[in-house]
Each structure stands twice: as C-alpha cells, then as structure tokens.
C-alpha cells in the first residue's frame, strides 16, 4: 500500500490495521514527551488548494509527532493561483526532496490523478478531494465509536453497530469515506437526508434509505452522525431555505430528547450550529464531537507511520 | 490533378460482388469483371471497395486552436481512417459563424488535399445562442454551407432553436443539434449514476439530452423542417428519436464509435482520456444504440474526433478538456461493435459511414454508389485483421482512449478524387496547392 486516496480501498485487515495502530499512537499522545523518532529526516509537505485548518493542523501535528519535517503550501499565495498547473507544482515539490504529499484539493479524483500521473513518485495520502472522499476522517470515526461503544481497548470490527449518516450524502466527502469503511467494518449503515441530496442511486450504497428524519431515528441506530449543510446549497435549489431544512433535518433540541441516551452523536466539523445540530445535542455528554477531533491525530499518525516507515521499510 | 489510371482487382463491393474498378484521372470509369491494362494495378483480394467515409461531425480546430489541430493533420488523419470527406464543426477561434471564415475553412481544406473539408457553419452568432449566424451568407458563399450546428454549445433557446429551423428551410439547410439542456448540466462531469455518485463527480443526467431531443422533434414538425441531433448517447434518446421517425417527423441522428464501445466504468481511476460530452453512458445504453443502429433509427456514425493538448488531459479531472480523437479508429470501432457481432452487414455498414451523412449534407461527388461515372472516393477496407490500437497517429493530438484495445478490421487504401492518399495503410505525401 502506498496511497491511501479511498475507503474503499481499504480491506478489514488493513482497516483494522491502521485503526489498531490508531490506538498505539494515542499512547503516544498521552506521554508527556509526544514524539517518535519513526519519520526522522522525511519530509512531508502538506499541500491545501482548498481551504481548511483542522484537518491541515491535524495532518501537520501527527507529522511533527512522527519526528518528520513538515512543508505547508496553501493554494492562496501560491504559484496555483498565478496558474501553475497540478503537474508543475508537484514537480517542483518533488525536485526539493518531499516525499510524501498530503493533498486537500477542490477537485473529486485530484488525489487519484497525482498518485497516477507519471510525473509523481510520492506517496499520496487525501485530505479530502472534492466531494469524493476524505479517508482519514473516516478512519477517524470509526476509531471514535469502536473506542465509544466497545471500549477503549478494544481492537475488533464493527459488526453489529447501527450507524445513520444524516443530510447532504450527495456533496459530502465525509459521508462516502464512512460508508465505505463503515461496511468494511461490518457496520450497518443507514442514509437520511431530502431526495435533492440523497439520490436513489446511494441505495446501492447503503443498508438502509430513508428520506424522512423521524423514521429513521426511529430505527434503533446506536450511531447518528450529522453532516454540514452548506449554506450554497440553497442557492442551487437543492432545499428550500436553511429553515426548512433545519426543521426537516435538523438534530434539534426536541428530536435530540427523544434518542436513547446512549446513542452517540457525531459531526465532522465544522458545525453550523442550529441549522443541523442544536448545541444542545452538539455539548452533551453523549456527543463524539471533540473526540473525533482528538483521535483524527492518532489516526493521520498511524497512516503517515503505515505508509511511510512500515510500508518503505518493507521493501 | 492526375490522369493516370489505377486498376483495383479482385475486390468486393458491399453487396458482396468480386469485381475490378477502374479510376481514370478523379473519377471511377469502369466497375467490371473486365481487366484492362493500366499503369498500376493493386491487387486487392480479400479487401472491400466501399464509397469513401464521410465524417459529419469532426473538430480540426483550425483556426484558433492550432496547438490541438490543424486542417492538414485533421484531414490526414481522415483519410488514414478512410474518410474522403469531413464536416469542421464551427467551434473555432473566429467563430465560423460567417462566409469569411468557412471559405478559409474551405481553401486550407482543398489546399491540404487529402479529403473534401466541407466546413460546418454556426447556428447563432459566436455560438451564445442568442441571434443567428449569417446562414444565409454562409450558404451561398463558396463553401455552400447546409449543416448548421453550434456544437459544444446547445441551442437551449426554445425561441431561436424554432426560428433557425425555420430559416435554413429556404435553402434546405438542416440545424445539427448538440443536445444538453445547460441547466441540468451545470458543472456536469460524467454520467449521472450509482458510480458519479460514489466518484463526487457531478452527474451530467440522460434526461438532459433527452428533454431537448423531445422538444426539437416537435419544434421541427411544428415549422416544417429537418433535425439532424448529434451524438445520441442514452437509450431514452433513441426512444424520443424513434417515436418522432414514426410521426413521420424529418429528423436524423448520428451516433459516436465511443459511446458503442466505451462506459463510463471507464471513469473509475480519473483518467481524463475517457472524459468527453456528452459523457461515456452505462452497458444498457450502449447496447441500445447498437440496436437503434441496426434498426435504422440512427442514421449515421460520426466521430466528434475532438483533438486536445496533452497538458489538458494531464491534470485534474474537473480541469480537464472534453473530447476525444476518433477518426483513425472510427471504422474498426463500427466494425468490431456492428458487423461483428452480426447487427448488420456491409450495405448498412457503407450507408452509417458514407451514404447517408453524405445525404444529409447534400454532397453530390460523395456517398455515391461505386459504378463507372461516380467520382473516385473509395475506400478499400480489410475486414479480416485483428489488431491492438497503438497510440500512433497523424493527428496532432493523442487523447486516444482506445490505445491497447483490441479492434479487428483496417483501412488498407483510401483514394480521394482519384489520388491515393493512403496506401497500404500508411499516409501518402501528395502534392498540395501550396507547393
């Protein structure tokens, strides 16, 4: 394995793998000295044409934790902007010595397209590309429930685990990734979310389709993960107006009272408080909401680990 | 040009006679059992003489874009895939929206020599689909343009798309309709599907082609005139276009030799060789145009061959240009996807990809019958080899989404105007006007 550009790639050894090593590397974040020597003298440049700061932060702590030089190029300010092409920005990165290369890009398939391209030898880990996948988030939540729902040891699948994905499924690179994964990991995976955004296709996806909230969170799901509703997704007629979709899809206050206490909250960030999610729901004791935050370290250290140390030394 | 005579023996014709055709100077003088003595005689045993392939639907990017493609590489390519006629789109840069620019188009055409370049003019004035091209003035300007088409572009106006079809009537003109409601395909990407749902690429939906094909058949029996629809790629289309044949509705429809062969599984890995529009659509649509090939409701095959720099198709998907290069593959593809698979025989197989688009443009020196008098446009066809596409070609352009495929059936000789212009599968240099 040299990429990791999609869940879907991924087979349950290896999901399990990274999710296990995942577990290792929180250890390591709970030493007062957080560093390993693993990635001394690599050289990670983490390249942003689309704006993000979690994730960026995310990948660069995990690398820095790892004991490997870390590069930051953003699109703003950069050659992109002047119209450098894909192929030439990564070109000059390569010439300068990097050899791994953490790509958040506004195109679905860019990760893809260098990890493919023949002017690339770097291994490529996505960041999220388009609306097509962002593997590491997905990792991330899955992490976040084993540890939640089976226990912070445990190092088993998901079988057995209900998990519905609430709200714009068709934009979302987040809800892909999981899906994916999720499946691999023997979760059953249900969909919600207005038909504009959720088209029949995505039952060839998923466990379960629902189109109405109330139903499903009817269900039994132990798992209900909100998705961020951009606000342009009005503008291009897809739902009426923020609030009719806060009030048919939204995670309010009233909807949030009537789920089991146990069922676990979950939201990738960032939130759009009171459109998808009340802070009721969002603050409370049963939200994953700052440990999906906290594990996404872990987990972008096992995969810079997994890709850079075990899989290079492997050869 | 040339007086000589060129003797081809022992060939057949589409209706399977073995026969010898004569070709004195630029046109066929004897089709025969009959053997004459001439300077050259070639052999042509095992292959077949079909009337020259007419492409109604080509790019050769000239002028404007001459980094893709040039009249002379365009038509040279042409004429490797058995074509002795091409239709330049108008999508060029000036816009061939007037006489000026598809009488250039004409004289590099006959200046490059190697097929009749039959320019194509714009519907609207610089294809923005508000006031019409000078159609007119094209028409009766030296390159006697009849085919009107904004391609790339959809004439989406309701208004104008009844008008143009209204006015290209006094001179029997016909509007060539690229299909694509602008609206349902903002920033569309590939097929609308399971799999453009899985990949975040943005769907480009069958109804889309199929809402202007519907409402263009009506259009055209509303005002009395004739549609010809470019590049049909859903089986709802064929639908459309078959129920309006039956109302009797003056409508023709040309499929691409992509989308009989390739699907849009081929989108998986981002490549974006396979990126084209209207996009590569599922099995079940390909199989319906094969049929509605071998039905009849689609009359021609046309190539869009859309040549494009390497840099555009070396980057990220959602930057990368549309289109594909198609002429040098156009025959194999319609063989290896047609005749094959026993859809049809050769007499339709000549009609797909010379009679008809010949019929369509009203040319009188192509898609004719190939007896004594016709003009020497033939192409010699081998219907028994099985080959692997490489990625050479005349073309400036590579974006050959086909390299690696296995295809059977080659263009052995192509002869336009009674000049060689392939022989034995390889480009001649022929003497131009420029020299």
């Keep these: ?315 | 040009m040339t007086n000589q005579e060129t003797q081809f023996t022992n060939v057949s014709l589409s209706d399977g006679t073995v026969t010898n055709i004569l070709v004195s100077g630029e046109a066929i003088t004897y089709v025969g059992t009959d053997s004459k003595i001439t300077a050259e005689v070639i052999d042509c045993t095992g292959l077949l003489a079909l009337s020259g392939f007419v492409d109604l639907h080509t790019h050769l990017r000239e002028p404007g874009f001459e980094q893709s493609e040039t009249i002379l590489t365009g038509s040279k390519a042409a004429a490797k895939g058995g074509f002795t006629c091409v239709h330049p789109m108008a999508n060029t840069n000036p816009v061939a929206d007037n006489s000026a620019v598809v009488e250039q188009v004409l004289a590099l055409g006959e200046a490059a020599g190697y097929v009749q370049v039959q320019p194509i003019g714009a519907v609207t004035s610089n294809l923005e689909g508000k006031n019409l091209a000078d159609l007119g003035k094209m028409n009766s300007s030296a390159a006697k343009v009849t085919v009107f088409s904004d391609d790339g572009k959809c004439v989406s106006d309701s208004l104008v798309m009844r008008r143009a079809l209204e006015y290209v009537k006094a001179f029997g003109g016909v509007i060539a309709q690229h299909a694509q409601d602008p609206q349902l395909t903002v920033n569309a990407q590939m097929n609308e599907s399971a799999l453009s749902l899985k990949l975040g690429l943005t769907g480009w939906p069958a109804v889309a082609e199929e809402a202007i094909i519907a409402r263009d058949v009506l259009l055209t029996e509303e005002v009395g005139s004739r549609l010809h629809v470019c590049h049909v790629s859903t089986k709802g289309s064929v639908d459309v276009i078959r129920w309006a044949k039956s109302r009797g509705i003056n409508v023709t429809a040309e499929v691409t030799p992509h989308h009989l062969i390739l699907t849009e599984d081929l989108v998986s890995e981002y490549n974006p060789v396979y990126k084209v529009n209207p996009p590569l659509r599922s099995n079940d649509d390909v199989k319906a145009l094969r049929d509605a090939v071998a039905d009849g409701t689609i009359d021609i095959i046309a190539t869009d061959h859309a040549p494009h720099t390497a840099d555009s198709k070396d980057c990220e998907w959602g930057e990368a240009a549309f289109g594909m290069i198609g002429l040098e593959t156009a025959a194999a593809i319609a063989k290896t996807t047609l005749i094959d698979t026993g859809l049809i025989g050769w007499e339709r197989f000549e009609e797909l990809l010379s009679k008809n688009p010949a019929k369509i443009s009203g040319l009188s020196g192509q898609g004719q019958e190939l007896v004594s008098g016709s003009a020497a446009n033939i192409v010699f066809f081998d219907p028994r080899t099985s080959f692997t596409v490489d990625a050479s070609t005349e073309s400036k352009s590579s974006n050959n989404p086909y390299v690696g495929m296995q295809l059977s059936g080659t263009v052995v000789h192509t002869m336009f105007r009674g000049t060689l212009t392939v022989k034995n599968s390889m480009i001649q240099e022929i003497g131009t006007k420029n020299d």
């Design chain 1, 1 to 315: 394995m040299k990429h990791l550009l999609s869940t879907a790639d991924l087979d349950l050894a290896t999901s399990l793998e990274l999710l296990n090593l995942s577990v290792e590397m929180q250890g390591v974040n709970s030493r007062d000295i957080k560093k390993l020597p693993a990635l001394t003298g690599r050289t990670v440049a983490n390249l942003f044409f689309e704006d993000s700061t979690r994730t960026r932060f995310s990948f660069e702590i995990a690398a820095k934790r790892l004991s490997a030089d870390v590069v930051n190029f953003t699109a703003k300010g950069s050659s992109v902007s002047k119209g450098e092409s894909l192929k030439d920005t990564i070109l000059t990165l390569e010439a300068m010595g990097i050899e791994a290369l953490v790509v958040r890009h506004h195109h679905s398939g860019a990760a893809n397209t260098i990890a493919n391209a023949a002017w690339s030898n770097a291994t490529v880990i996505n960041a999220g590309d388009g609306t097509h996948q962002h593997p590491t988030q997905a990792l991330t939540d899955s992490l976040t429930i084993r540890q939640a729902l089976k226990g912070k040891d445990d190092l088993g699948d998901l079988s057995g685990i209900k998990v519905l994905i609430v709200g714009d499924i068709l934009h979302s690179r987040v809800a892909r990734s999981n899906i994916d994964l999720l499946r691999t990991l023997g979760a059953y995976v249900g969909l919600v979310g207005p038909s504009t955004l959720l088209p029949s296709s995505a039952t060839q996806l998923a466990n379960a389709v629902y189109h109405n909230l109330d139903e499903a969170l009817s269900d039994g799901f132990d798992v209900v993960m909100m998705l961020r509703m951009q606000m342009e997704r009005m503008n291009s007629v897809f739902v009426p107006n923020a609030n009719e979709y806060s009030t048919l899809w939204g995670l309010s206050t009233e909807r949030f009272s009537k789920l089991n206490s146990k069922t676990l909250i979950m939201h990738p960030g960032p939130m759009n408080r009171g459109l998808e999610i009340s802070s009721e729901a969002a603050d409370s004791p049963q939200s994953a909401i700052v440990d999906q935050v906290r594990n996404g370290v872990a987990v972008r250290m096992a995969v810079l680990f997994k890709l850079l140390a075990q899989e290079s030394s492997a050869k």
